[in-house]
T-cell receptor, first 115, second 113 residues
Framework: GAGVSQSPSNKVTEKGKDVELRCDPISGHTALYWYRQSLGQGLEFLIYFQGNSAPDKSGLPSDRFSAERTGGSVSTLTIQRTQQEDSAVYLC?????????????FGDGTRLSIL | DQQVKQNSPSLSVQEGRISILNCDYTNSMFDYFLWYKKYPAEGPTFLISISSIKDKNEDGRFTVFLNKSAKHLSLHIVPSQPGDSAVYFCAARASGSARQLTFGSGTQLTVLP
């Protein structure tokens, strides 16, 4: 499809396990963002990639969280030693190049549940 | 500290009437504002945006108004339709930044047939 694709759509895992979430941005989009949405809350920024520049990691809540973007396209968000408070919907968005006044387009998210 | 606030968690409106969703912000560096609509189990979908150099932007049934002096924006939907029932998020971005959006906590709109 032409939109942002995320996998898996749902992930249930035990506390202490590592998880890896994947995002395929819209083709040609240079900017990629990860957010998370906890129950009843707005979206919380995690990390931002722009082209080959160093990522902006200022939103990552702890050093258990990391993300990569390979080849300027696909991104993976990794959470190590998961905790129950990591349960949330993790959303990826991408934005095209050019003017900053372009909206971010979101995938449908990965719903992560930590038991 | 919430920089973008949506103080109404829910709103119910009759079909055909106007829906008005409100959003307040505190950061004077915000210069670009967006509204997203979200259905359950789906990602947010971009609806409409406005730059701080404007005070109104219209797209079909949707109009966004910006009052910079009051640090307030609103989304008007007219006429409202049952398919508009969703959670609406207000988001803002700081000037000169290509970085993250700051989101409000959302308003659940229910349009009653």
């Amino acid at each position: 499809g032409a939109g942002v694709s995320q996998s898996p759509s749902n992930k249930v895992t035990e506390k202490g396990k590592d998880v890896e979430l994947r995002c395929d941005p819209i083709s040609g989009h240079t900017a990629l963002y990860w957010y998370r949405q906890s129950l009843g809350q707005g979206l919380e920024f995690l990390i931002y990639f722009q082209g080959n520049s160093a990522p902006d990691k200022s939103g990552l809540p702890s050093d258990r969280f990391s993300a990569e973007r390979t080849g300027g396209s696909v991104s993976t968000l990794t959470i190590q030693r998961t905790q129950q408070e990591d349960s949330a919907v993790y959303l990826c968005a991408s934005r095209g190049a050019g003017s900053f006044d372009q909206p971010q387009h979101f995938g449908d998210g990965t719903r992560l549940s930590i038991l | 500290d919430q920089q973008v606030k949506q103080n109404s968690p829910s709103l119910s409106v009759q079909e055909g009437r106007i829906s008005i969703l409100n959003c307040d912000y505190t950061n004077s560096m915000f210069d670009y504002f967006l509204w997203y609509k979200k259905y359950p189990a789906e990602g947010p979908t971009f609806l409409i945006s406005i730059s701080s150099i404007k005070d109104k932007n219209e797209d079909g049934r949707f109009t966004v108004f910006l009052n910079k002096s009051a640090k307030h924006l609103s989304l008007h939907i007219v006429p409202s339709q049952p398919g508009d029932s969703a959670v609406y998020f207000c988001a803002a971005r700081a000037s000169g930044s290509a970085r993250q959006l700051t989101f409000g906590s959302g308003t659940q709109l229910t349009v009653l047939p």
